[in-house]
Nanobody, 123 residues
Framework: QVQLVESGGGLVQAGGSLRLSCAASGSTFSINAINAMGWYRQAPGKQRELVAVIRSGGSTNYADSVKGRFNISRDIAKNTVYLQMNSLKSEDTAVYYC??????????????WGQGTQVTVSA
């Protein structure tokens, strides 16, 4: 119902920056039902963790490990969320997943996931 397409991952040196984007598409009904969009990441041998989220009202939350370095933003007209990652560290290496949460009313609350994009930070 909602498709999420991620881009912007890649290889970067420590201290560098990357900007991830996630574009949501689907029916107008589905797009209008989105409560929040965010980014998760999963490193090898570790649990998937929430990195950042932005809600429909504009409020944001960040994992402690990325506060002050990462910034999540949105372009409502383009149904797109961005994750600006600065001062990257080797421990930021992970597969990053875009997520959206949609409240479909009678049809329930659903989560949708992007395909994942690899971010690798080298020394």
């Amino acid at each position: 119902q909602v498709q999420l397409v991620e881009s912007g991952g890649g290889l970067v040196q420590a201290g560098g920056s990357l900007r991830l984007s996630c574009a949501a598409s689907g029916s107008t009904f589905s797009i209008n039902a989105i409560n929040a969009m965010g980014w998760y990441r999963q490193a090898p041998g570790k649990q998937r963790e929430l990195v950042a989220v932005i809600r429909s009202g504009g409020s944001t939350n960040y994992a402690d490990s990325v506060k002050g370095r990462f910034n999540i933003s949105r372009d409502i007209a383009k149904n797109t969320v961005y994750l600006q990652m600065n001062s990257l560290k080797s421990e930021d290496t992970a597969v990053y997943y875009c997520n959206c949460n949609a409240d479909l009313g009678f049809f329930g609350v659903r989560d949708y996931w992007g395909q994942g994009t690899q971010v690798t930070v080298s020394a």
